[in-house]
């Protein structure tokens, strides 16, 4: 039997702190007149390294032992008070079930929520508990002991991990998304040539999942050329090149299927460096350039067949020589474009200087890289003359290598892309019959119309769509797609159809749902295209307001330094006189700055000039008072 005060041997700190406690005062008494049931627990659990906290008697007094301590935090000293005073912020919630375990009944909660008051401020945490009453020789129940371990951080680690793993899913989603509906072949192949991850169209041209220069059986269909011109060893094809860490551009390979169509491919090798700088990969990109290619050998063969294809071109035909800077070809379309004589645009600088300002560098530096052999598409502004009016080019840059694998010359093709006729519908129908039928009336209407047979196909492509109306049939749900771009994809406003079935808030629920306008089927066609046209309508309307705020800030950044000074003068109020003052200019000069800045906005009065700097983002200065 554990007597006197030996049962607290080996309890540690707590021991000597129940020794030394005043138990006078305490309706427990002297430490020596306690029951051999709380003795014989006390040193079970003092010698325990669990943390365990005991609460004994009808006042529940508190002990517990050494591993305990950490989790009081900054609490007032819990030893010989009540339990529920220690603990009074939780008490809600461990209460019940300490009153089980006094009723006889032991209790296992595992990350259980708990807020606590340990540091000064309640936190909420969570906690795997064990609550067992403690009986004495008669069997009665006459404590509490609680087997304590916190799961705060577990828990929340675990959960910011399923939060990452889900991440991950979702990124290793949109990344599927993103490169399955790529234009061109790309995949990732290991050392040994294997397809580690590719894209369908790579796929298509490495059936067996190997690198060109791996596959016995792919290898005799692609023959590749040096910058010179001439076949290379099949043993010297990418992955040779990239495992050692050479990135390779745009190397040229005639394809030829089993069928014996020849076509002309661009192959581009990148090394992947591990951490450790080792590389084990290469990413392959094959682009199709069949046509391209060919153009440009016809372009070389007859410059005269290509003038007459250019001049009956709606779009934009340049070339330029890189060397010369000068601008060697413009097919008659420039004129109608860009609103002056080919003669007015002799070289590159005259044409960088047509561009908007605020995409003059990034035009430069596409020039750049398509004379370094790159072929790309670019977007921007251009000042149109005479008229300042602002237009928005579409312009494919690609490279005219010589005989000698230099880049002197380079094409483009420039499509004026500054009205969208907006004439995009989005089709969205599981039955086969809907569909055919959907697609029907607005293709025969001149909308170009591109179907999803889900909801969940849409959504992955949905921000990469042209703006244009999507109509989604009901019939097997639907109401989705118009939640989904409610909030965001306002350029792609949802038309709903199906039959209500009698349910009279059927219609409202798919407009609350966010889509603009429901038909009951059976629709007729006139219904349907009125329907799309008006929910284009809205898009038609920003198109027009992004044009008006365009044409303004290109005319406002025509403007000279001086000229802007005086418009930001004149918005916030000023007259001749106080603008004069300000700038230092005399009136005389400020009315003739003016005079030109109403010519150059093609305001007729103030208000008028005043509206158009407001669209081109110019705000008023502070002016001197007379």
Not at 342 to 352: F, K, R, S, T, Y
Not at 373 to 384: A, C, D, F, H, S
């Amino acid at each position: 039997m554990i007597e006197q005060r030996n049962f607290l041997a080996g309890g540690g700190r707590m021991a000597t702190k129940i020794m030394e406690h005043d138990w006078k005062s305490s309706v427990l008494g002297l430490v020596e007149a306690w029951p051999h049931a709380l003795r014989y627990t006390l040193s079970g659990m003092l010698n325990s390294a669990f943390p365990t906290y005991l609460a004994w008697g009808p006042e529940l007094i508190s002990f517990y032992n050494d591993a305990y301590r950490p989790i009081l935090g900054t609490k007032p000293e819990a030893l010989g008070r009540p339990f529920s005073e220690v603990w009074s912020e939780a008490w809600e919630q461990i209460g019940p079930i300490t009153d089980r375990a006094l009723d006889g009944e032991a209790s296992y909660l595992e990350d259980y929520s708990v807020t606590v008051d340990r540091h000064g401020a309640r936190e909420k945490t969570l906690w795997t508990f064990a609550y067992s009453p403690v009986r004495d020789e008669s069997g009665s129940v006459r404590g509490v002991l609680c087997h304590v371990h916190e799961t705060t951080g577990r828990v929340r680690t675990e959960e910011r991990l399923r939060s990452a793993l889900r991440e991950i899913e979702e990124q290793q989603a949109r990344f599927g998304a993103l490169i399955g509906h790529l234009p061109f072949a790309a995949g990732l192949f290991g050392s040994d040539g294997r397809a580690l991850l590719a894209n369908p169209l790579c796929r298509r041209f490495v059936p067996c999942g190997k690198a060109l220069s791996a596959d016995p059986d792919v290898r005799p269909q692609w023959t590749g050329f040096d910058a010179e011109g001439r076949i290379m060893n099949r043993d010297d094809y990418l992955l040779a090149q990239a495992i050692p860490g050479e990135v390779v551009r745009d190397m040229s390979f005639l394809h030829r299927s089993r069928d014996g169509d020849e076509r002309w491919m661009r192959v581009s090798g990148i090394p992947v460096r591990q951490g450790n700088s080792d590389i084990q990969q290469a990413n392959m990109v094959l682009r199709d350039v069949d046509r391209e290619t060919r153009a440009e050998a016809a372009l070389r063969e007859s410059e005269e067949r290509f003038r007459r294809f250019a001049e009956h071109s709606a779009n934009v035909l340049w070339l330029a020589d890189l060397q010369s800077q000068q601008l060697d070809y413009l097919s008659p379309a420039f004129t109608q474009v860009w609103g002056m004589a080919a003669e007015d645009m002799p070289d590159i600088a005259h044409w960088l200087a047509s561009v908007h300002p605020e995409d003059r560098d990034s035009a430069a530096q596409a020039l750049e890289r398509v004379g370094r052999g790159e072929t790309l598409v670019l977007k921007y502004r251009i000042l149109r003359r005479p008229d300042g009016a602002v237009r928005r080019i579409r312009d494919t840059f690609f490279p005219i290598p010589a005989k000698d694998g230099r880049i002197r010359l380079v094409g483009g093709i420039a499509q004026d892309v500054t009205i969208d006729t907006g004439l995009h519908a989005y089709v969205i129908a599981a039955e086969d019959g809907a569909r055919r039928d959907l697609v029907g009336v607005l293709q025969a209407a001149g909308y170009e119309v591109q179907v999803f047979a889900n909801s969940q196909a849409f959504l992955k492509l949905a921000g990469s769509l042209m703006p244009g109306c999507v109509v989604v049939d009901l019939a097997r749900g639907g109401l989705v797609v118009a939640s989904a771009l409610k909030a965001d994809r306002s350029h792609l406003p949802v038309v709903a159809v199906g039959a209500s079935g009698g349910d009279v808030g059927f219609g409202v629920r798919a407009m609350k749902a966010g889509a603009v306008d429901f038909l009951e089927a059976p629709w007729t066609p006139e219904a349907l295209l009125f329907a799309v046209n008006t929910a284009l309508a809205d898009i038609r309307d920003a198109a027009d307001r992004t044009r008006e705020g365009d044409e303004s800030r290109g005319r406002v950044a025509s403007l000279s330094e001086r000229e802007r000074a005086v418009l930001e003068g004149l918005l916030a109020g000023g007259t001749n006189k106080i603008i004069a003052r300000t700038l230092g200019l005399s009136p005389r000069t400020v009315e003739i700055h003016r005079a030109r800045v109403m010519e150059v906005l093609g305001a007729h009065t103030l208000p008028q000039a005043v509206l158009i700097a407001t669209a081109a983002g110019v705000r008023p200065v502070d002016q001197d008072g007379e």
